[in-house]
């Protein structure tokens, strides 16, 4: 079972200037001979980790992390007063990606991306598929309609979290829970920080507490900490009131230009928060794939099954 490579520290960063205000952190790692790899966290909002870099071989592997608009060591935060999020769109982060890519000198290089990550992959290579090598996607999520109402709208993982579902409604105002995303979009950008930041945490627990097949308390902690949460909630509901700016069913319908791409999916098969029938899905529409469905686990890169096949991904396509 392959685990984690160790610990390692970038060998360069910066913040590149990307328009609009913008300025995008970044970070390079392992060889700055190996073959490229960019790798795209999650949420969108939810930033990159240290543990991040680790699911690539040092020797073998020029590891780019970057960290998306709005989030992490990127700026400005969306958890400032007032942060302007009109300009964070699926297709900014597109152009930020070819920005960031022109300003390392890298001509092409594999893209890996896990939940949101994944949505970004399959935008990205689909708008420029000439520039990715490979692509490595982790639970599959493309924004579609039905994957936002079984999350967030009550049509399905609030059957399998009945407890915790309590939580997530309270903040929301009984004449407004038609569309429960909506109401958050005026809670987390109401005048009073306290309103705000109450519905930033509630958002980012309810996630935090399906991203695992086994309860992680302390990563529940980790998505309460207030300026995290409200970076996190703000930007994801953001895409998610926005439908992402794609027609729904849009990733999935285009993929076929993705067809000389080698490509892995790997799906949780008890993944509460991007269920595997949009795994399925992608994979009906990208029969070269390899597909691995990982029978004992859920969604978060790093439980065992999905983690051994990540790294057993990026091991052989690092050849």
Request: hydrophobic share 40%; net charge negative.
């Amino acid at each position: 079972m392959r685990t984690l490579y160790p610990e390692i520290d970038p060998y360069d960063s910066g913040l590149l200037d990307v328009g609009d205000g913008q300025q995008i952190y970044w970070e390079t790692c392992g060889n700055p001979r190996g073959k490229p790899v960019v790798f795209l966290h999650g949420g969108p909002g939810g930033g990159a980790s240290p543990a991040h870099r680790r699911q690539f071989d040092p020797a073998k592997y020029r590891i780019v992390v970057l960290d998306q608009r709005g989030c992490g060591r990127s700026l400005p935060h969306a958890s400032e007063h007032g942060a302007d999020l009109s300009t964070n769109t699926t297709w900014n982060l597109v152009g930020d990606l070819e920005a960031l890519r022109e300003h390392l000198g890298i001509d092409r290089w594999q893209v890996f991306g896990g939940s949101w990550g994944s949505t970004l992959a399959l935008a990205y290579a689909e708008t420029h598929p000439q520039r990715v090598t490979e692509l490595v996607l982790r639970g599959i999520f493309t924004l579609r309609r039905s994957e936002l109402d079984w999350f967030y709208e009550g049509g399905g993982a609030n059957h399998v979290l009945p407890e915790l579902w309590p939580s997530f409604v309270a903040q929301v105002p009984r004449a407004e829970r038609g569309s429960l995303i909506e109401a958050y979009s005026r809670l987390l950008n109401d005048d009073d920080p306290a309103i705000a930041g109450r519905a930033a945490v509630a958002w980012a627990t309810w996630e935090a507490s399906a991203i695992t097949l086994l309860p992680r308390p302390e990563l529940v902690a980790a998505f309460a900490d207030p300026v995290f949460a409200l970076a996190f909630a703000r930007i994801e509901n953001h895409y998610f009131v926005n439908e992402g700016w794609l027609e729904d069913g849009q990733l999935i319908a285009n993929a076929g230009v993705l067809r000389d791409i080698p490509t892995v999916i790997i799906q949780g098969r008890y993944d509460l928060c991007t269920p595997a029938v949009t795994a399925w899905h992608l994979f009906e529409a990208m029969p070269h794939a390899e597909f691995r469905i990982i029978d004992d686990a859920g969604h978060a890169f790093d439980e065992p099954g999905i983690l051994d096949a990540l790294i057993e991904a990026t091991d052989r396509f690092a050849a």
